[in-house]
Structures are given as C-alpha cells and as structure tokens.
C-alpha cells in the first residue's frame, strides 16, 4: 500500500510540473536592467550605435535574427558599405539568418556565455553566409 502512494505521489508530482503555464506567465518577459544589453529589443535599438562602418566597408549584406521566446522577436539588419537600417520584421532574401532564443542571444551579446558554444550545442543556428556571421563581431563590436 505505502508502495501505491509513493508512486502516485511520484505521478502527481510530474504532472503537476509538467502542466503548461497560463498565457499570463508564459508571455512574461524577464528585462534584466542590470545587463548592459537588458532584452533583444535593447540589442536592436542600439546596434546603430556600436556598428563599425570601417569594418563594414565593403560589406553589402542583409541579417536576419528571429529570435525565439517571450522576449524575442524578428530583427533584420541591411549593411550596404557604411550604412545600416536595422527594421523588426523578417527580411524578404537574407545574405545570414540567426536563430535561437532570445533570452540565449542576450546572454551572448552580454558575454554570458561563449556564442561558439551555444552553435555546437545546437541552442543557435546559422543559415547562409558563414564569412559574414564570423565578421558580425567585427562589425557590431559588444563592449568597448
């Protein structure tokens, strides 16, 4: 008997955690003001400001961020030379595509945690142009 209780306390257990969120709790989005980059949004409205137009010179491209999470979003960048427009929204025919969630992308770009790594683990994905997502440090410089 004391076999049957544990069992079905185990159960319960498991399905009490694995019972979805309400839509309230699930569509929180956590802005961690303590980070110089708090959220994805924040990512976007200051990449103007650290895009290096040196780096970029001869950079005639189109980046895509879809970023997945209650935080996320999409986000494209066009580079043409020393130029930069970034837009919300999904771009018609990017040069790179950067996928993975939003609270991952943030940990990177606050250097968090190793981007490198989050690519092998298979939390992040890159689609197109690999010379470009390797130039992206170069071209929007984190710090300073």
């Known amino acids: 008997m004391g076999r049957i209780i544990i069992i079905a306390s185990?159960?319960?257990a498991t399905l009490v955690t694995l019972a979805p969120q309400s839509a309230e709790a699930s569509a929180t989005?956590?802005?961690e003001a303590s980070r110089a980059i708090p959220s994805a949004q924040a990512y976007?409205?200051?990449l103007p400001d650290r895009f290096d137009a040196a780096s970029a010179s001869r950079t005639h491209a189109v980046v895509q961020w879809n970023l997945g999470g209650p935080c996320g979003g999409a986000w494209?960048?066009?580079?043409?030379?020393?130029?930069l427009t970034v837009k919300r929204g999904t771009a018609p025919n990017p040069t790179l595509t950067i996928t993975m969630a939003a609270d991952d992308y943030v940990a990177m770009v606050n250097l968090e945690v190793n981007g490198r790594w989050l690519f092998v683990s298979g939390k992040g994905k890159v689609d197109g142009s690999?010379?470009?997502a390797m130039k992206l440090d170069s071209?929007?410089?984190?710090?300073?």
């Open 139 to 144: 071209i929007f410089p984190l710090g300073g």
């Open 29 to 31: 989005c956590a802005i």
């Open 76 to 83: 494209h960048a066009v580079i043409d030379g020393n130029e």
């Open 10 to 12: 185990i159960v319960i």
């Open 44 to 46: 976007f409205d200051t």
């Open 130 to 132: 690999i010379p470009l």
